[in-house]
Every structure is written in structure tokens, then in C-alpha cells.
């Protein structure tokens, strides 16, 4: 059945590594985004794609980088850049401009 | 640029109260809105949205919420409270292509239900 898939369910990282969290789609639509969540704080956005092989920076892409290879695949990449990292990561899909559908998270954690 | 402010980081209702989740937004233009549940650990899952017509929209689980412009308002409502609305709301302004159709969320609101 359709939706939307984030794996792993949760992801340990080390100081200096780069990590990938994987978001994949069989929903057909063009736009996906990548949010991030703190605890007592909204969704930030950090990047979003409206099309293959196109992406823009959202309101916190300092230390992330993000690949639009394929429509259903939307990867995020932790960079060691990202002194932070620790959060809830959201992936979600959009066909146009208005509803947003989705996945069930990731949640990062720092070792 | 758009904002969305909901006021009250918590909320306790009793199980049968009404509940009240308060939303307030800033646009420049038409805006689409949007409320959203996150139970724990979980995605998002989307309670109704409003884009044109009708202000009052019904959506998932008995929730609804009205659309005010001139109080620039869309604050959500459900009549009786039951124990699996305990969750997290968010409230969320979209709809502009040219900003990329992104969506600009409220801190977000936790609802304790007592029994």
C-alpha cells in the first residue's frame, strides 16, 4: 500500500561521523521535505525538493546536504558539520501545494 | 513570510470537556491551514486543513476548526474529550507556490486528557 518509509527507526552517531537517513515515497508526488524536531519545539524545515534532481536550503541547512536523484528518494546526510544533531527527523510528500503526508521519524542520537 | 502562533504549550481536559487548541497566523496572501497530531514517537497525521469555501471544516476524530480572517484565527475544537486524544497538536500556514509550497508550523500544543 501506499505511504511514506524513514529508516532506520533510529540512528546512533559517533563525534565526526556523517550519517544518512533514508526517506522513500510510492505516493507519485513531486515535492518532499525534510523537517527537523526538538522537543517543545515545532517542525524547522531543512531542505525540500519540488522536483528530481532540484533542491532548496530550508531555515536550518547549515550541517545537513540532501540528494534528488530519483522521484521517490529523498536522502538526508547528518554532516560532522552539524554540531547538534540530536533531534526527531521528519520526512514528508506533497503533490501540490497542500497537503503534506508523513513518515513515521527517525530519531538520532549522539554516542 | 508567514508565522503561526499557538497559544499554551499544554493543555489539560477533562475526559468529556471540550477541547480547545488555540491557533493565530500571519500571511500576506490567501493562506491554506492546516492541524496536524503527532502521537509519541510517530509522524504527523493531518486532522483537516482549510484552503477555500467553507470556514468551518470538519476532519478526523470529531475534530473541527474555523477559519477567521479578520481575527486571522483557525482554532481547533472537539466537543468531547476522549482518552485517546492525548497527543500533540500542531497548526500549520501553507500554500504558496512561491515559496515552495512549504509549511510553517506552530511550537505546538500537548493534550493531557484526565479521566
Known amino acids: 500500500d501506499g505511504g511514506i518509509t524513514q529508516s532506520p527507526k533510529y540512528l546512533f552517531r559517533k563525534e565526526g561521523q556523517n550519517v544518512t537517513l533514508s526517506c522513500e515515497q510510492n505516493?507519485?508526488?513531486?515535492?518532499m521535505y525534510w523537517y527537523r524536531q526538538d522537543p517543545g519545539q515545532g517542525l524547522r524545515l531543512i531542505y525540500y525538493s519540488q522536483i528530481v534532481n532540484d533542491f532548496q536550503k530550508g531555515d536550518i541547512a547549515e550541517g545537513y546536504s540532501v540528494s534528488r536523484e530519483k522521484k521517490e528518494s529523498f536522502p538526508l546526510t547528518v554532516t560532522s558539520a552539524q554540531k547538534n544533531p540530536t533531534a526527531f527527523y521528519l520526512c514528508a510528500s506533497s503533490i501540490s501545494s497542500e497537503t503534506q503526508y508523513f513518515g513515521p521519524g527517525t530519531r538520532l542520537l549522539v554516542l | 513570510a508567514q508565522s503561526v502562533t499557538q497559544l499554551g504549550s499544554h493543555v489539560s481536559v477533562s475526559e468529556g470537556a471540550l477541547v480547545l487548541l488555540r491557533c493565530n497566523y500571519s500571511?500576506?496572501?490567501?493562506?491554506?491551514l492546516f492541524w496536524y497530531v503527532q502521537y509519541p514517537n510517530q509522524g504527523l497525521q493531518l486532522l483537516l486543513k482549510?484552503?477555500?469555501?467553507?470556514?468551518l471544516v470538519k476532519g478526523i476524530n470529531g475534530f473541527e476548526a474555523e477559519f477567521k480572517k479578520s481575527e486571522t484565527s483557525f482554532h481547533l475544537t472537539k466537543p468531547s474529550a476522549h482518552m485517546s486524544d492525548a497527543a500533540e497538536y500542531f497548526c500549520?500556514?501553507?500554500?504558496?507556490?512561491?515559496?515552495?509550497?512549504?509549511?510553517?508550523f506552530g511550537g505546538g500544543t500537548r493534550v493531557l486528557v484526565k479521566p
Open positions: 500549520a500556514v501553507g500554500g504558496f507556490k512561491a515559496a515552495g509550497n512549504k509549511l510553517t
Open positions: 505516493l507519485n508526488h513531486d515535492a
Open positions: 482549510y484552503t477555500t469555501g467553507a470556514t
Open positions: 500571511s500576506s496572501v490567501p493562506p491554506y
